[in-house]
T-cell receptor, first 112, second 112 residues
Framework: QQPVQSPQAVILREGEDAVINCSSS?????VHWYRQKHGEAPVFLMILLKGGEQKGHDKISASFNEKKQQSSLYLTASQLSYSGTYFCGTAPLPGSARQLTFGSGTQLTVLP | EAQVTQNPRYLITVTGKKLTVTCSQNMNHEYMSWYRQDPGLGLRQIYY???????DKGDVPEGYKVSRKEKRNFPLILESPSPNQTSLYFCASSRRTGTEAFFGQGTRLTVV
């Protein structure tokens, strides 16, 4: 079953902050975040493993609450280059034979 | 350069005419998978492969076949394409399950 992402779309001005949420009905081992720009392939941002560790990538960070089966992606002081569709992907078990199950995506538009 | 290469990038075909979309990776990755991307549905897994001669169904395998005779190649076969298989297809590879996935540039397939 696909994880649920919210919001489905968000529009903000350059310099503003945004939060994208990802929740699953299943227990999770890891959560992955990818960004896809229009007409391009998804590109890896970060992986969060069970344990609640928060990670960062430039001004983009994420948290993972395995008890709530949720992850959040934080975009701080958004730049125009942050525009795109963000996908979370979930993996239930370490070493699971299954690859990621992706959410339906959150479309982020950053305006000048 | 580390990459996943898909061919063709664009394909228009007629219902029932067998086609193959090729996927090749040069990173010696064990895991490869195919996804289809449709508006509002995100990325849905079609098939995945844990290694040579080891493939299994993903979430939407109906109407598709795959093979993994060599580690680097993972072709997607549509024996009798139908219009509901019109979609954007991505091949991805990763070192192992749960690690960063590298995506190909995508194949936009239209079945008329």
């Amino acid at each position: 079953q696909q994880p649920v992402q919210s919001p489905q779309a968000v529009i903000l001005r350059e310099g503003e902050d945004a939060v994208i949420n990802c929740s699953s009905s299943k227990a999770l081992y890891s959560v992955h975040w990818y960004r896809q720009k229009h007409g391009e392939a998804p590109v890896f941002l970060m992986i969060l493993l069970k344990g609640g560790e928060q990670k960062g990538h430039d001004k983009i960070s994420a948290s993972f609450n395995e008890k709530k089966q949720q992850s959040s992606l934080y975009l701080t002081a958004s730049q125009l280059s942050y525009s795109g569709t963000y996908f979370c992907g979930t993996a239930p078990l370490p070493g699971s034979a299954r690859q990621l199950t992706f959410g339906s995506g959150t479309q982020l538009t950053v305006l000048p | 350069e580390a990459q996943v290469t898909q061919n063709p990038r664009y394909l228009i075909t007629v219902t029932g005419k067998k086609l193959t979309v090729t996927c090749s990776q040069n990173m010696n990755h064990e895991y490869m998978s195919w996804y289809r991307q449709d508006p509002g549905l995100g990325l849905r897994q079609i098939y995945y492969s844990m290694n040579v001669e080891a493939t299994d169904k993903g979430d939407v395998p109906e109407g598709y076949k795959v093979s993994r005779k060599e580690k680097r190649n993972f072709p997607l076969i549509l024996e009798s394409p139908s219009p509901n298989q019109t979609s954007l297809y991505f091949c991805a590879s990763s070192r192992r399950t749960g690690t960063e996935a590298f995506f190909g540039q995508g194949t936009r397939l239209t079945v008329v």
